[in-house]
């Protein structure tokens, strides 16, 4: 077995529509992070279509993995681990890389880590911050999840809140979708907001109440549709900077009040940004505005890290590796694997 600081592991991702292989070298050092994207494929159908997705990964598992490899300048034979995501996500999907990750852990005889995705996510913010240690609060924003976990060391999480309707990222792909943006529309809806009002609309965002850890965006994407209906059958002129303006500070606000109020129960300083909204501009801006006014330290990941990669998942693994949580070749895909799953 290599030593810990300079062991290779092989990190897979396949649970939606990115196909993703990534070498690290000990817990922090990226050696290679490759990523196909099929968001062109989906493009057309306005959303990620599960059965396309599972055949593209099939496709492109191995040439992404080969393409890891000999952008690290290391061979198979040098991998100490492989780590891949088993959950949440979709089980199609999913298990492509499970598969690959099992018959290449069993082939070269080396251990196994089964990664949580949206844990994943968190872990993108060591590989950008050298110097970040647990504990923290993390807010998760993704297209499949709205949590803040409060992260006591690097494998003991506590769920304080998460969303009991649509993700904050999912919120933003359907408002988008029914303004005719493409998909994926969080980016577009951040674009467009840049020049529009944000005051221009007053959208209410639920569960606002002190003390209410849970996010729900539903209602507030309705009243984003009813507005555009109205606005449609009283043929006024749409002004679609002002309406994601609009509904973008709608999010955020819930966000950030949320995230202060439970780094304060915490008794916590440090507030961690994770998952593909985190790459919204003003959802950072915010956060780190709000951060700064109240003592905290703010970080979130390079931009290439929020969404959907490999890289954050050989992290998890790696840190998990440590703790000897290690999966064997009965792994399986679960797409509904929730964080409460992995509290411990
Ligand atoms: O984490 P991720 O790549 O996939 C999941 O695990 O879900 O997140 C994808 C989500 C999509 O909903 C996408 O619209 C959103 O992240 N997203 C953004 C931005 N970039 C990606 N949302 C708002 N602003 C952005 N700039
Ligand atoms: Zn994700």
Redesign the pocket.
Known sequence: MPDAEKILTLGIES??D?TAAAVLRGGRELLSNVISTQIPVHRKFGGVVPEIASRRHIVNVMPVIDEALRTAGVALADIGQVAVTYGP?LVGALLVGVSAAKALAFARNVPLVGVN??EG?IFANFLSHKGLVPPFMALV?????TALIHMRDYNHFSLMGQTRDD????A??KV?RVMGLPY????E??RLAAEGDEDAIDFPCALREKGNYEFSFSGLKSAVLNYLNEMKMKRVELNKADVAASF?KAVIEVLVQKSLEALAEAKLDTLVLA???A???A?ERRLREAAEAHGIRFYFPSKIL???NAAMIACRGYYQSQAGLFADLRLNAVPGLSLSDVEA
């Open positions: 649970s939606c990115e996500g995705h949206l996510h924003v993704s297209g499949g999840h993700a904050a990222g999912e933003f792909d988008a994926p529309g969080g980016p809806i951040d973008q998952g593909g909204v790459a919204n501009s959802l929020c969404t959907d």
